[in-house]
């Protein structure tokens, strides 16, 4: 896993979606790692909203985003996806336990810095979490001031 490589290929795609789609105030940002296709998919898929207030810790507008950009591949959660194959170190529930902390946090933190390094003079908010799944708070965008908001402890 090489996180600053990760953090820089996904500050470059979120600026580059930002961009296509202007106006955008909320950022969905969806794990969905059953499309890595051997490291030429992705596992990240991104909505955006311009109906949201990104001064309020509110969800709804996740489920009915007005754009979505292209999917991104975190090399770094395709490259330890092998890791959880080998049916004879993993139970499970173990290997799900290990996938879920391990794809979530390691997504958290990439995201999260390339949220911070995102260059967009609009306010946001982003959530992120599994697709279809648990999604919290990760960072926004208010008066000029970037913070994270995660309640996920990142």
């Not at 930002?18 to 499309?35: C, E, H, V």
């Not at 007005?66 to 975190?74: D, R, V």
């Not at 336990?97 to 390094?117: C, D, H, K, Q």
């Amino acid at each position: 896993m090489d996180l600053q490589a990760d953090i820089a290929e996904a500050t470059a795609w979120l600026q580059k979606t930002i961009n296509q789609f202007p106006g955008s105030k909320g950022i969905y940002l969806g794990l969905d790692t059953l499309n890595m296709e051997e490291g030429n998919g992705s596992n990240i898929e991104i909505g955006l909203s311009t109906e949201c207030d990104p001064g309020e810790l509110t969800d709804e507008w996740t489920y009915d985003c007005e754009n979505y950009g292209a999917p991104h591949l975190l090399k770094g959660l395709y490259l330890v996806s092998d890791s959880f194959e080998n049916e004879e170190l993993w139970t499970d529930d173990e290997r799900q336990f290990a996938e879920y902390v391990i794809f979530l946090g390691y997504s958290g933190i990439v995201l999260r810095e390339a949220l911070f390094n995102l260059d967009t003079a609009d306010d946001f908010i982003s959530i992120w979490g599994f697709h279809d799944g648990d999604m919290f708070f990760l960072v926004n965008k208010l008066n000029g001031k970037t913070t994270v908001i995660t309640d996920a402890g990142l």
